[in-house]
């Protein structure tokens, strides 16, 4: 029988197979002068931080001169952050420029950030967040405001009550029939108070908002863009607390169920035109019209709110995008509220 084959690591001498011991050595042993030398000494969370950074490792990838620099960068960034005379908010571009030269060395999954975050939370006795919106909130525990504005929400309709300047701005925008991008930052201290019970329509495609608002539909429609983002989740939030309903609409492919299933399952949603009958209708329509087929992609995925629906468009094989929808869904927008 022939012999294996000996892995390479294995034919290299010992002092060769050693190498990694002492790097890695030289890596913690410099994390712990550098909060040795900092305002965090002495401090209980930082042992927890240290030894929770020893058990997760360096990352794959990261050499260790690297990670000796990065280490020293995230002591030095929570040493400021942490500092309990410190009474400036800062934006974390600004922050992460000072420390690494890089306006974007803070970005989220970003090494430095995860340890930044990770540190944060342990000094103040929280759970280390597992989504955007709470990685949010834990910078805004240290005075730190993240990027609030370039994410938005395209949104149409929306008449909330109250005098404050965005409730009228919006009544406004509504009244005149034109679409409005709220940002996170603008939803931070939102006080969207619809009347209790309205029903906000929800859709996939911002092209059903433009055909709303050319319609001058009365709805309030919300416009998804694609996958949900968190700017996206946080106003359905916001007006899930205020005791609103919602109805969804998006498209008929797999992802579109993927996505109509979140929405459903977070919030409880209607459904809107998005049952097995509304697909059969729909592709025979198209079909009727020589309208040609987009083929249907992917592994089946089946839709909570109808067992029916996933079986149709298999067996139709056919995806339909939410413009083969417009005429439908705009005279239910328009339709009295």
């Not at 022939?2 to 001498?13: I, M, Y």
């Not at 309709?157 to 009544?171: I, M, Q, T, V």
């Not at 149709?312 to 413009?323: F, I």
């Amino acid at each position: 029988m022939a012999a294996r084959p000996v892995p390479a690591s294995a034919r290299l001498p010992a002092p060769g197979r050693q190498l990694l011991r002492p790097a890695r050595q030289r890596v913690w042993a410099s994390l712990a002068s550098s909060l040795d030398a900092s305002p965090l000494a002495g401090l209980e969370w930082t042992g927890q931080w240290s030894d929770v950074l020893r058990r997760t490792g360096v990352p794959k990838g990261v050499t260790p001169e690297a990670a000796v620099r990065t280490l020293q960068q995230a002591v030095q960034v929570l040493g400021e952050l942490l500092d309990p005379e410190r009474t400036d908010a800062r934006g974390r571009g600004e922050l992460a420029a000072s420390a690494t030269g890089s306006a974007h060395g803070l970005d989220d999954g970003s090494w430095l950030a995860r340890l930044v975050q990770r540190g944060i939370a342990l000094a103040h006795g929280t759970d280390l967040p597992g989504d955007a919106a709470g990685r949010r909130a834990l910078w805004r525990l240290v005075s730190v405001t993240p990027d609030e504005v370039s994410s938005t929400v395209l949104t149409y309709g929306l008449r909330p009550h109250g005098e404050d300047w965005r409730a009228r701005s919006l009544r406004e925008r509504a009244d005149h029939r034109a679409e409005t991008h709220l940002t996170s930052r603008d939803l931070l201290d939102a006080r969207l108070h619809l009347p209790a019970g309205t029903t906000v329509h929800i859709c996939e495609n911002p092209r059903v908002v433009e055909a709303a608002a050319e319609a001058g539909c009365s709805h309030p429609l919300i416009c998804t863009s694609g996958s949900a983002a968190t700017v996206v989740l946080t106003l359905l939030d916001v007006l899930a607390a205020a005791d609103c309903h919602f109805a969804y609409h998006g498209d008929f492919d797999w992802p579109g169920i993927a996505l109509a299933n979140r929405i459903v399952r977070r919030y409880g949603t209607r459904p809107w035109r998005m049952g097995a009958d509304d697909y059969e209708h729909l592709a025979t329509r198209n079909q009727a019209g020589g309208i040609p087929q987009l083929p249907l992609a992917g592994q089946p995925i089946s839709a909570i709110w109808d067992a029916g629906l996933a079986p149709a468009m298999t067996a139709l094989g056919v995806a339909l995008h939410e413009e083969a929808t417009f005429d439908l869904l705009v005279d239910d927008l328009s339709g009295a509220p």
